[in-house]
């Protein structure tokens, strides 16, 4: 009984060996290969539907933009109707370039023309933009783009490296003043505006204008015989000569 229980178990290895020829073991091996590429293709489309890719992040680019804003002097003395150098946004809309879908419709409000900030989108369309985009009462991020803005009057000023005094010499500037050549702060007139815009596009190389003012003020001359100390010294002097024939 057992030797025939163990010749049944031999038959059966033999025929289970004799199945799995190399041609058929092979394919089990091209048939496990592809399931396993499928698999993985599987698994790479599930992660990327649960993780679709990021739009690209707009703060990490700068625009090729140049926004044109009024202070909030400017824009108190346009609202006011007061006498002022500054324009209203209404007389400045000739130099916008930009897409009023993308950037805002201009809107009058109180007679006042104004960028409506509730129709202000996206900003990634400018982000191939080849030449600067003008972007009048600018409502995007201040961070993306270059900046003009208008004053009524911009005192006199002088930088760091002018403030050391040559042959009584003293240098100043007026009516621009540019940091980082990434905001420009300008008196307005029409010439230094169209200038400025030229100067930031350019990365401040190019300009007609020039903001520096030279001024030599002349030496003052003192009399000394004036002086309390002078005149101390004069006085001793006086006493020591007297000195010598009546001390």
Same mark, same amino acid.
């Given at each position: 009984?057992?030797?025939? =229980?163990?010749? /049944?178990?031999?038959?059966? +290895?033999l025929? =289970?060996?004799?199945?799995?020829?190399?041609?058929?073991? %092979?394919?089990?091996?091209?048939?496990?290969?592809?399931?396993?590429?499928?698999?993985?293709?599987?698994?790479?489309?599930?992660?990327?539907?649960? @993780?679709?890719?990021?739009?690209?992040?707009?703060?990490?680019?700068?625009?090729?933009?140049?926004?044109?804003?009024?202070?909030?002097?400017?824009?108190?003395?346009?609202? @006011?109707?007061?006498?002022?150098?500054?324009?209203?946004?209404?007389?400045?809309?000739?130099?916008?370039? +930009?897409?009023?879908?993308?950037s /805002?419709?201009?809107?009058?409000?109180?007679?006042?023309?104004?960028?409506?900030?509730?129709?202000?989108?996206?900003?990634?369309?400018?982000?191939?933009?080849?030449?600067?985009?003008?972007?009048?009462?600018?409502?995007?991020?201040?961070?993306?783009?270059?900046?003009i803005?208008?004053?009524?009057?911009l005192?006199?000023?002088?930088?760091?490296?002018?403030?050391?005094?040559?042959?009584?010499?003293? +240098?100043?500037?007026?009516?621009?003043?540019?940091?980082?050549?990434?905001? %420009?702060?300008?008196?307005?007139?029409?010439?230094?505006?169209?200038?400025?815009m030229? *100067?930031?596009?350019?990365?401040?190389?190019?300009?007609? *204008?020039?903001?520096?003012?030279?001024?030599?003020?002349?030496? +003052?001359?003192?009399?000394?015989?004036?002086?309390?100390?002078?005149?101390?010294?004069?006085?001793?002097?006086?006493?020591?000569?007297?000195?010598?024939?009546?001390?």
């Amino acid at each position: 009984m057992k030797i025939n =229980l163990i010749v /049944g178990l031999a038959l059966t +290895t033999l025929l =289970l060996v004799s199945a799995l020829t190399p041609e058929a073991y %092979a394919l089990t091996q091209e048939e496990q290969a592809s399931n396993k590429a499928e698999l993985e293709k599987a698994k790479t489309k599930a992660h990327e539907n649960a @993780n679709p890719p990021r739009p690209p992040d707009i703060e990490a680019y700068r625009i090729k933009m140049i926004a044109v804003n009024l202070s909030n002097s400017c824009l108190s003395l346009v609202k @006011n109707n007061m006498t002022t150098k500054c324009p209203g946004y209404e007389n400045l809309t000739k130099y916008d370039t +930009t897409n009023p879908s993308y950037s /805002g419709k201009f809107i009058v409000k109180n007679g006042h023309t104004y960028r409506d900030p509730k129709t202000v989108k996206n900003e990634s369309v400018y982000l191939n933009t080849v030449d600067y985009i003008i972007c009048v009462d600018c409502k995007h991020k201040k961070s993306l783009y270059k900046e003009i803005i208008l004053v009524p009057s911009l005192p006199l000023y002088k930088k760091d490296t002018d403030k050391i005094i040559v042959n009584n010499t003293f +240098t100043y500037y007026a009516k621009r003043s540019v940091t980082n050549c990434e905001k %420009a702060t300008i008196e307005f007139s029409t010439f230094l505006l169209l200038d400025t815009m030229e *100067f930031l596009r350019s990365d401040c190389k190019n300009t007609a *204008f020039d903001e520096k003012i030279i001024i030599q003020k002349p030496y +003052t001359k003192h009399d000394i015989s004036t002086s309390k100390a002078y005149q101390y010294q004069k006085w001793l002097q006086e006493m020591k000569t007297k000195c010598k024939t009546k001390c």
